[in-house]
């Protein structure tokens, strides 16, 4: 609960950043947009590593418990605030710069929770079910994004657009209160880890956590393993399945911005039970070769995959049944020309020739392009994302419980939260910007398939991940000596 | 396996130092280069925090399987 409502608090500044841009980001003021640049990559992959290693060693030394107590207060409090501060345009530079440090306690926050719910978690999980108990944890990050849209949704459906233009958007922010105060009263009542509190018991705590997991050579070549092995992997077929795929829909495949949401949203839902049947299966089977299974399939099918999505909305292979003009208009000093196109499957293209009266762009033209999918296509759609949700699920459902199992009690919270931190916040986190520098390049070299270029980076990653995991980590679920 | 993990660390070695040229050539310094802020910022994380983690943490993976740590008899 207080996990999902962690990467709820964590997304809902994501989904909401258009607003939130307008509000407090205004493009025409240099500082501001630095800023904005500051709060989108340094608590998107930067923070989070710092948070682990904070609250990480907090969790090896204090206890699991207070730590994640520790974490869902920041987070929620952050939050909160964000829904708070006075806009730019009554307060000037200290409304970003009061956005940009409470992004960054949301970073940390994040960088420090994960790791003490999973280890928490898995000491409390029965023998031999450390994967089917830690699995709940993987999937709220699905959940979270998926809450943190109905959410807004919701919000917008009982508003005009005026209204939440004006003060509704800061709704999905304060009501995180309500929700972390519902997770304080139930993680108030819980106890602190059995394993930990043995340990703790007969003195056997590390007294400096940092220095144990990565000043010691045995000890940091499992850190590194795990980073290189599984979570880098893991990170990357993650990103690809819930944020590349949203972005090649709409920026790609032109999709309308509402069906692409909608799309992504019920592949989620779907494919979020298999977090939980992967985890509990890798307490049968072993975790390893499930994840490195997903990333091999993620490695062998991504093209084909997206070569498929991209030919959905193709409509050089389709046939036009009708089109229709609409007479120009004058709309924001550009005059504004709209054809519409229906094709034989029942795709229709709608597309917008704008021709600029005024600024930079006077005298030019620029079409802007929108395709809706209708019947057999948005089923096709749907299965293909979903496809990609699954490898998600295999790399991921399981992942916690590995982890966990890789480092003993005393250092396990700081050892096992930078590999997955790392991993996907910078693994995962880079790659927008590799994949957009890959379709770029090979835009410019008339590559026929340059639209299936970006996908180079997720497929290097985990195809080194694949290798270095599959010839180096036992498939036995805990080293020697680490219990 | 042991002796092809030994030899799999030198590969490891080779890519760490690629990936640090890759990032510091091709992402980091066109990136700085271009004039925008946001730009700016983006290549000064990848040169001043990615680059380092990556690089270094995958020449110590590669250093370390050279040296045999990764031996089935050692993990």
Known sequence: ?483 | MNNLKKLLGIVWIILAIYTAYFSIFELALPKISTGHQEDLVFGIIILCILTPIISLGLGLFGYYSLLGEYDREKM
């Open chain 1, 1 to 483: 609960m207080g996990t999902l409502i962690e990467w709820y608090d964590f997304f809902i500044f994501g989904s909401l950043s258009i607003v939130i841009s307008t509000k407090f980001f205004p493009s025409d003021n240099p500082t501001a947009a630095f800023l904005s640049t500051l709060a989108t990559f340094a608590a998107g992959f930067v923070v989070r590593p710092f948070g682990a290693l904070f609250f990480g060693r907090l969790g090896d030394i204090i206890g699991r418990k207070y730590t994640f107590m520790v974490t869902l207060m920041l987070m929620g409090g952050a939050t909160f605030l964000i829904g708070c501060i006075p806009s730019y345009a009554s307060i000037g530079f200290w409304a970003p710069l009061i956005v940009l440090i409470l992004r960054l306690l949301q970073g940390l926050a994040l960088g420090g929770e994960y790791g003490g719910a999973a280890t928490y978690v898995a000491e409390h999980a029965p023998v031999g079910q450390r994967g089917y108990w830690t699995s709940w944890i993987q999937t709220t990050a699905t959940f979270g994004l998926f809450i943190s849209l109905v959410v807004i949704l919701l919000t917008k459906s009982f508003l005009s657009e005026t209204q939440f233009d004006s003060w509704g958007w800061r709704v999905p922010f304060l009501l995180s209160l309500v929700m972390v105060y519902v997770s304080y009263l139930i993680r108030k009542k819980m106890k602190e880890s059995p394993e930990f509190s043995k340990a703790k018991a007969e003195g056997k705590t590390s007294t400096n956590p940092l220095k144990e997991s990565f000043g010691n050579r045995y000890n940091l070549k499992f850190v590194l393993l795990a980073l290189f092995g599984a979570a880098m992997g893991q990170g990357v077929v993650w990103y690809t399945g819930q944020f590349y795929s949203m972005s090649f829909m709409k920026t790609v495949m032109h999709l309308q911005s509402d069906q692409a949401d909608t799309i992504l949203g019920i592949a989620l839902l779907l494919g979020t039970p298999f977090f939980v049947v992967f985890g509990w299966l890798s307490d049968k089977v072993g975790r390893k070769w499930i994840m490195l299974g997903g990333m091999l399939l993620a490695v062998l099918t991504y093209r084909p995959i997206y070569e498929s999505m991209y030919q959905l909305s193709n409509v050089q292979q389709k046939t036009k049944l009708n089109e229709t003009t609409t007479p120009s208009t004058e709309q924001n000093s550009a005059i504004v020309t709209i054809t519409k196109s229906q094709y034989d499957d029942g795709t229709e293209m709608t597309s917008s020739k704008i021709q600029h009266q005024t600024g930079e762009l006077k005298g030019k033209e620029t079409i802007k392009t929108t395709t809706h999918l209708a019947g057999k296509n948005y089923i096709l759609l749907v299965a293909l994302i979903f496809i990609q949700v699954i490898y998600i699920t295999m790399v991921y459902g399981p992942i916690a419980a590995f982890l966990v199992e890789l480092f003993p009690v005393k250092i396990r919270y700081t050892s096992m939260s930078l590999p997955y931190h790392v991993g996907n916040g910078i693994f995962g986190g880079l790659l927008p910007a590799v994949s957009t520098y890959l379709t770029t390049n090979a835009e410019a070299s008339n590559t026929p398939q340059f639209y299936l270029a970006g996908l180079g980076y997720p497929i290097i990653i985990a195809a080194v991940c694949f290798i270095i995991g599959s010839l180096y980590i036992n498939n036995k679920s805990t080293p020697p000596n680490h219990e």
